[in-house]
């Protein structure tokens, strides 16, 4: 499994609506609010083989109340 951050920009006032969404769908091991330029950071585990771009186009951007995402692809864990 390939694990990988996301940093959300949310809409004006959808903050826990967009963290609700994410937590509902189970497509994130973990979702926090943040402070700062982004509103929320979800950690996401894909399989080896599976293309990071497009599971954040169609699983994690598609929600609503997303404005902005910027993807983190991590290489070694510590």
């Given at each position: 499994m390939k694990p990988f951050f996301v940093l959300i920009?949310?809409?004006?006032?959808?903050s826990y609506d967009v963290a609700t969404s994410i937590a509902d769908?189970?497509?994130?091991?973990?979702?926090?609010?943040?402070?700062?330029?982004?509103?929320l950071i979800a950690k996401f585990?894909?399989?080896?083989?599976a293309d990071?771009?497009?599971?954040?186009?169609?699983k994690v951007q598609r929600i609503a109340g997303i404005q902005d995402t910027k993807t983190i692809i991590t290489f070694k864990a510590f």
């Open positions: 920009k949310c809409q004006l006032g959808r769908a189970e497509i994130a091991s973990e979702v926090y609010s943040t402070a700062g330029d982004y509103d585990y894909v399989e080896d083989e990071i771009g497009h599971f954040v186009n169609e």
